[in-house]
Structure formats: structure tokens, C-alpha cells
């Protein structure tokens, strides 16, 4: 009678060899700083030229039963997207080139340096990516007058938060994109519309009933909610299933990324 082999034990990620990645990483980046803070500038710029050009004739918009100027709202869904940039930037394209075409991770699995580690190694090296450009864009609206609450002392641990769960989502579209031909339609598809659509640049509440719970579903949406009501004060129990939210998806999304780029480097 045959006996059924045992499933393959896999090595836990370890916490100090994930360093090792991100200490290359940053070793990587020494040379090349002005690629490392170009995604910063991106929502910097949305900001003065949307909140500031075409607020002045938008006016203020619904929020929380009141109205807020239109700058102030729009700041915190740039916010939003800057962590997004550090998230796509790091856990997404350079990822993809790195196991698809430059080979990096099959030459980094023959040292202790497992798979697991990989993952979240790049996990780690996008949040920190993450969490400069949102502490930057934080400086940005303390100097126009965009934070209006001492709530926003809690923005920046809410950016890591919220850079962890796209870090993590991030890594498993690296996991499953293998042609570059795909990187635009990702982008086209996936994080463009993330971008446009989650309530960063209006309120949900403008969606047709149809449309709204799906926008609701998405990452960025509970980001920029977050970061809304930590710099305007409307803190409430909302604010806390965001929070919640962002947490669990990197806990689910970290798992799902593990097991990918696990497949596809032992395939």
C-alpha cells in the first residue's frame, strides 16, 4: 500500500535575515537617490495644481455633516497616494524585474536567506519607501495650514499602517505578473483607478449606490478615509474598522504573497 509523502515544511520568515534585504536594498538605492525620491513628488504636485487650482472653484465639498475646503480634503487622499507610490514602487516593479529578469532572489536563496524572508524583506523595504514619502507629504500640509486636528499626531503610524497593507498587495502582483507586457495593464487596470477612484479625489458619497460599496472595498479607500479623519478630527468608530481593515489585509495579503513568490521560485 502506498504511503503519502509529507507536505514540505517550510522555514518561518525570520525578522533579522529580512533585514539583510533591506540592508541591499538601501545599499542599492545609495547611488541611485534621485529614483528613490521621485514618487514623492508626484502627489505633491496633484495637490498644488487640483487643490489649490481647481479648489478655488470647486469650493468646499460634503464631509463628516459639514463642508471642507477642498484642499483639505484632497490633502489626505494625496497622502494616501503618496504611500501608495513607496508601496508600488518597492513592493511591485522593482520586485518583478528582480525575480523575472535580473534573477536577484535565485541567487539569494542559495544563502540562509530564504523565500519567505524575500517577501517580506521587500515587504519591509516598500513600507520604509512608503513611510518617507508620507512623512514628507506630511511636512507639505503642516506648511499650507491642511492639518486642522492634533489627532494628526497619529498620521504617520496610520501611513505605516497603510503602507504595510499595500506593501503587501503590492507583493502579490509580483507574485502573479510574469510578462512585462502586463506591467501597464496592472497599472492601467489595478493602481490607476485605485488612484482616481477611492476617494481621494471626491467624496464616495458622489458614486451611484451601485459603485459605492466596491470602492468601499478597496485598500486605498480606507487609507485615505484614515488619513482624512486623523487630520480633520472627525475621529469616530469608523475610523477604527479602517484601521482594522488595513491591519487584517496585510496579515491575509503577507501570507498570500509568501506562498506566491514561494511557487514561483521553486517551480
Known sequence: MATMSPAPVYPRPSY???VKLVRRNALAYKHYWIAFISGFFEPVFYLLAVGFGVGQYVGGVPYAGGTLEYASFLAPGMLAASTLNGA???GFFSPFFKLNWLKTYDGIITTPVNIPDIAI???MWALIRSTIYGAGFLIVMLAFGLVHSPWALLALPAVMVSGGALSAGAMILTGITKEISSLEKVMT???FPLFLFSGTFFPV???PD???PIVQATPLFHSSSLLRALTTGEVGTQTLWH???LV???VVASAIAIRLIRRRLVS
Do not use: H, K, P, T
Request: aromatic share 16%.
Open 88 to 90: 508600488v514602487f518597492d
Open 248 to 250: 487584517a489585509m496585510f
Open 243 to 245: 484601521v482594522v481593515y
Open 205 to 207: 458619497s458622489q458614486y
Open 189 to 191: 487596470l489595478i493602481v
Open 210 to 212: 451601485l459603485l459605492r
Open 16 to 18: 533579522q535575515r529580512a
Open 121 to 123: 524583506g521587500e515587504m
